[in-house]
Antibody, heavy 122, light 115 residues
Framework: QITLKESGPTLVKPTQTLTLTCTFS??????????VAWIRQPPGKALEWLAL???????RYSLSLKSRLTITKDTSKNQVVLTMTNVDPVDTATYYC??????????????WGQGTMVTVSS | QSVLTQPPSASGTPGQRVTISCSGS????????VYWYQQVPGTAPKLLIY???QRPSGVPDRFSGSKSGNSASLAISGLRSEDEANYYC????????????????FGGGTKLTVL
């Protein structure tokens, strides 16, 4: 059974760096085709993809946020970490991580974490 | 503003068939697979459709997906009260200048109300 869980601060001040951790189980991020994505959702708004890291350590970032994001993985700890620099109140959102199974499901995000709400405020 | 356009709302009565559209372009829907997600408010999204029209195990066959050209649709037949949720399409957006900048994009979402 695949599970993912996001963790991190619930409140961050503007201009600070936000660090979120996705801890997962039930799969290995060293398996060919597999990836983990980060997606966020501001209150009452749509989903927005942020970043994706693949089993090969290849990384993709949202073009609009690329300069502020870094995604890394620790395969031995079954964790993926997303850092976002210079946060602003518009970054207030629920942040989700999700499993990309690859293979015949291509770029589907088939299993999601429960999400973690982050508020950016002074 | 998303590159994928969905109607903000849709509605139907129990037992009806409803469709939700997702419109894009040749750089996204036209040349890539489409995925659909269901999100009940307060919960995480759930994958409904992958590869345009494939259902993961456990998703009822009341849900079906299709794609034609630069548009895609999600159809829900035999509408039930538990189908009331927000629905999002997703596909890959190709950056023709730099492939490394390509990535997934979501539609703006459609709120489905079961009357």
């Amino acid at each position: 059974q695949i599970t993912l869980k996001e963790s991190g601060p619930t409140l961050v001040k503007p201009t600070q760096t936000l660090t979120l951790t996705c801890t997962f189980s039930g799969f290995s991020l060293s398996t060919s085709g597999v990836g983990v994505a980060w997606i966020r959702q501001p209150p009452g708004k749509a989903l927005e993809w942020l970043a994706l890291i693949y089993w090969s350590d290849y990384k993709r970032y949202s073009l609009s946020l690329k300069s502020r994001l870094t995604i890394t993985k620790d395969t031995s700890k079954n964790q993926v970490v997303l850092t976002m620099t210079n946060v602003d109140p518009v970054d207030t959102a629920t942040y989700y991580c999700a499993h990309r199974p690859g293979q015949h499901m291509d770029d589907a995000f088939d299993i999601w974490g429960q999400g973690t709400m982050v508020t950016v405020s002074s | 503003q998303s590159v994928l356009t969905q109607p903000p709302s849709a509605s139907g009565t129990p037992g009806q068939r409803v469709t939700i559209s997702c419109s894009g372009s040749s750089s996204n829907i036209g040349n890539n697979y489409v995925y659909w997600y269901q999100q009940v408010p307060g919960t995480a999204p759930k994958l409904l459709i992958y590869r345009n029209n494939q259902r993961p195990s456990g998703v009822p066959d009341r849900f079906s997906g299709s794609k034609s050209g630069n548009s895609a649709s999600l159809a829900i037949s035999g509408l039930r009260s538990e189908d009331e949720a927000n629905y999002y399409c997703k596909t890959w957006d190709d950056n023709l200048s730099d492939g490394s900048l390509s990535g997934p994009v979501f539609g703006g979402g459609t709120k489905l109300t079961v009357l």
